[in-house]
T-cell receptor, first 113, second 114 residues
Framework: DQQVKQNSPSLSVQEGRISILNCDYTNSMFDYFLWYKKYPAEGPTFLISISSIKDKNEDGRFTVFLNKSAKHLSLHIVPSQPGDSAVYFCAADAGGGADGLTFGKGTHLIIQP | NAGVTQTPKFQVLKTGQSMTLQCAQDMNHEYMSWYRQDPGMGLRLIHYSVGAGITDQGEVPNGYNVSRSTTEDFPLRLLSAAPSQTSVYFC?????????????FGQGTRLTVV
């Protein structure tokens, strides 16, 4: 049973517009959430994170929103740039323990010129 | 600053062969882990280590062994390769496992078992 779900395998957005990537989770023990970006033939790189005590975290063009009651988070990229084309993984952590992150399947974001 | 280095980048194995995927980090990170990524799936945890001499199983440990003799190195061993182990393998490290810190990933090893 998937605990972290990214229901859109791909998303196409025009350059300069807003990209919104969504993520849902089912495990109530998750209390820390991260977004990773992955280019082909490279490892995932950390993008932004949010603790469950917050509902928003912003870093430059990237903002993550967390809705705990809906068990939903989203990543907003404004404005979208061609270099943002990549696969984005949502990941969750439960209690900061040693058993690693739980990842979603990823969303392939394509920025159209 | 190299970060997390994985070798090799590509490998083809025959069923039944064994091999070791190497992972090294130069950030003095306490926590290291191995994930596999299969088509249409997220990354899944194979094994992890919270420090030298301490390892434990993750979500999908069968067919793999690990050891951590130094802080820097965390090799993953395939004992008898099977086609089901065809995947992309990522090694990751974090400063700590007791608090929330980001994981740094290597570039990955693409393994094909024929």
């Amino acid at each position: 049973d998937q605990q972290v779900k990214q229901n859109s395998p791909s998303l196409s957005v025009q350059e300069g517009r807003i990209s919104i990537l969504n993520c849902d989770y089912t495990n109530s023990m998750f209390d820390y959430f991260l977004w990773y970006k992955k280019y082909p033939a490279e490892g995932p790189t950390f993008l932004i994170s949010i603790s469950s005590i917050k509902d928003k975290n912003e870093d430059g063009r990237f903002t993550v929103f967390l809705n705990k009651s809906a068990k939903h988070l989203s990543l907003h990229i404004v404005p979208s740039q061609p270099g943002d084309s990549a696969v984005y993984f949502c990941a969750a952590d439960a209690g900061g323990g040693a058993d690693g992150l739980t990842f979603g399947k990823g969303t392939h974001l394509i920025i159209q010129p | 600053n190299a970060g997390v280095t994985q070798t090799p980048k590509f490998q083809v194995l025959k069923t039944g062969q064994s091999m070791t995927l190497q992972c090294a980090q130069d950030m003095n990170h306490e926590y290291m882990s191995w994930y596999r990524q299969d088509p249409g799936m997220g990354l899944r945890l194979i094994h992890y280590s919270v420090g030298a001499g301490i390892t434990d199983q993750g979500e999908v440990p069968n067919g793999y062994n690990v050891s951590r003799s130094t802080t820097e190195d965390f090799p993953l061993r395939l004992l008898s390769a099977a086609p089901s182990q065809t995947s992309v393998y990522f090694c990751a490290s974090s400063y700590s496992w007791t608090s929330y810190t980001e994981a740094f990933f290597g570039q990955g090893t693409r393994l094909t078992v024929v």
